[in-house]
T-cell receptor
């Protein structure tokens, strides 16, 4: 079964508008971490934001925020005021316990295209 | 630090040939991960090492795949013999540890492998 599900293979947004990228996860571990990474066309993977399972508040990093709904097991990424440079693949990832270690697994990604 | 360094950046080979991908993790990082990225399956964890020791290779698809880490600053992923379905981007990543949920992964630039 998929541990991380990203249901949107592709998203389009107008420049300066906000966009939400969906991510749901599956774990029975009470302690876990959720991450979002950005992969531009150049190929590198760039860390964007982190949310811990015990964090009471949603994580924010500049224009990025994570809408964390623990009961629904969702960790959606919200990008405010989209820029052309935000066009990229976005991956949701989770570190959950595996024999005492927290090993990262990734979703299949969402391709975001920002239109001028 | 220069970050995680992978080589080659691109590799084109013919079916049946041996392919060796190389990785230098960030100095001081105890964990090294090999991932494979394809359109169909996203980012899959192939194997990871702790202090040069392979911990979990359950993601290695077949016996044709092997990985080694002879020292703390070097790892290889070898495919022998290669097949067209091995064509993918292979990422190496490292992290300080895995005992906390917030450990970030630092990725290399990836190796784009094409097997003809």
């Amino acid at each position: 079964a998929q541990k991380i599900t990203q249901t949107q293979p592709g998203m389009f947004v107008q420049e300066k508008e906000a966009v939400t990228l969906d991510c749901t996860y599956d774990t029975s571990d009470p302690s876990y971490g959720l991450f979002w990474y950005k992969q531009p066309s150049s190929g590198e993977m760039i860390f964007l934001i982190y949310q811990g399972s015990y964090d009471q508040q949603n994580a924010t990093e500049g224009r990025y925020s994570l809408n964390f709904q623990k009961a629904r097991k969702s960790a959606n990424l919200v990008i405010s005021a989209s820029q052309l440079g935000d066009s990229a693949m976005y991956f949701c990832a989770m570190r959950e316990g595996r024999g005492g270690s927290y090993i990262p697994t990734f979703g299949r990604g969402t391709s975001l295209i920002v239109h001028p | 630090d220069a970050g995680v360094i992978q080589s080659p950046r691109h590799e084109v080979t013919e079916m049946g040939q041996e392919v060796t991908l190389r990785c230098k993790p960030i100095s001081g990082h105890d964990y090294l991960f090999w991932y494979r990225q394809t359109m169909m399956r996203g980012l899959e964890l192939l194997i990871y090492f702790n202090n040069n020791v392979p911990i979990d290779d359950s993601g290695m698809p077949e016996d044709r795949f092997s990985a080694k880490m002879p020292n703390a600053s070097f790892s290889t992923l070898k495919i022998q013999p290669s097949e067209p379905r091995d064509s993918a981007v292979y990422f190496c990543a490292s992290s300080l540890g895995v005992v906390r949920t917030n450990e970030k992964l630092f990725f290399g630039s990836g190796t784009q492998l094409s097997v003809l």
